[in-house]
């Protein structure tokens, strides 16, 4: 019984231990999806909005993974912020950064070395494709999206 006992102590003294060390980020783009793996073309798992908070996991390279309510998913690093989000709110920032955010790029990623030519962003910007398309360019090259 006494072994029991420690048992449930510890594993208590380490719930708490790693809840202490959760860090809460803020979703920074106007939406996104967390996905099954750290990779675009993987399943997404829930649907997330500009301003809601994220619980952090781990990061992997370019994707973190985090955790919404009971479900944990990867969402590229530069999707999310430790800066509180207060959606609706009037928020205090300069060009560049609102600059940086509408291209989906975040501190320390320069286009250029001084952060403000995007002309080969918005040339990939203005390219798209249809659904159909897309889907007959996958089947003919046996393409399948990850899971």
């Keep these: 019984m006494k072994f029991t006992k420690k048992i449930l102590s510890a594993a208590v003294a380490m719930l708490i231990s790693v809840a202490a060390f959760a860090e809460t980020y803020y979703v920074s783009v106007k939406n996104s999806n967390l996905k099954a793996k750290p990779a675009g073309s993987s399943k997404n798992v829930l649907s997330v909005q500009y301003g809601d908070p994220v619980t952090w996991v781990k990061t992997d390279g370019n994707w ?84």
Excluded: H, P, Q
């Design 64 to 147: 973190t993974l985090v955790k919404k309510g009971n479900t944990e998913g990867w969402i590229s690093t530069n999707a999310i912020t430790k800066r509180r989000i207060i959606a609706g709110s009037k928020v205090s920032t300069d060009a560049k950064e609102i600059a940086l955010a509408g291209k989906g790029f975040g501190d320390g990623m320069d286009m250029d070395g001084n952060g403000n030519n995007y002309a080969a962003v918005n040339a990939v910007e203005k390219n798209s494709v249809s659904n159909s398309a897309n889907e007959s360019f996958k089947a003919k090259g046996g393409l399948k999206a990850a899971e």
